[in-house]
Nanobody
Framework: QVQLVESGGGLVQPGGSLRLSCAAS????????MNWYRQAPGKQRELVAR???????DYADAVKGRVTISRDSAKNTVYLQMNSLKPEDTALYYC?????????WGRGTQVTVSS
């Protein structure tokens, strides 16, 4: 049974930092592309960052320069380091793993950026 468990969310002031983690189990982690998505209230879910099995990364324009995605195959974990957080980064952040046609989602971790 595949499980993706996110952690690291919370309340942070504007300009602050958070590191999200997603621990994966039940799959061959190293072959999956790992993604972080987010969904704010009343908005569609959007891709934040992606890292392929070979370590190629891609970022949404809204977070470029502020966010870094990384993966640790020894720990079956993908990370999202977020710096210079803004109120508009407030959302539920989801971990997603893809190896076509397999596609798995975690339950999300809440990030709230507010003073």
């Amino acid at each position: 049974q595949v499980q993706l468990v996110e952690s690291g969310g919370g309340l942070v002031q504007p300009g602050g930092s958070l590191r999200l983690s997603c621990a994966a189990s039940g799959l061959i982690f190293s072959i999956y592309t790992m993604n972080w998505y987010r969904q704010a209230p009343g908005k569609q879910r959007e891709l934040v960052a992606r890292i392929t099995s070979s370590g190629i990364t891609d970022y949404a324009d809204a977070v470029k320069g502020r966010v870094t995605i990384s993966r640790d195959s020894a720990k079956n974990t993908v990370y999202l380091q977020m710096n210079s957080l803004k109120p508009e980064d407030t959302a539920l952040y989801y971990c997603n793993s893809v190896y076509f046609p397999q596609n798995y989602w975690g339950r999300g971790t809440q990030v709230t950026v507010s003073s």
